[in-house]
């Protein structure tokens, strides 16, 4: 309940799994369901977010 007044730094993953651009759909299907998570943070060859995975979004479009 007193999650609006804590700082991200205390309640963010600090090391979170992501999955570079490149890579295939299939494959951070495969990590996520492996990790049992939900989402996966997409990034570029110098680790800057450039989008997010949502497993719902890849059983939606049928690409898993």
């Known amino acids: 309940p007193d ?9 963010m993953t600090r090391h ?3 999955i570079k651009r490149y890579k295939l759909a299939a494959e951070a299907f ?9 989402e996966i ?3 570029d060859d110098k ?6 995975v ?3 979004d890849l059983l939606k479009a049928g690409l898993v």
């Open 3 to 11: 999650l609006i007044n804590k700082k991200v730094g205390s309640v």
């Open 16 to 18: 979170p799994t992501v």
């Open 30 to 38: 495969d990590i996520m369901r492996s990790r049992k998570i939900d």
């Open 41 to 43: 943070p997409v990034v």
């Open 47 to 52: 680790l800057r977010p450039v989008g997010l």
């Open 54 to 56: 949502d497993v719902q």
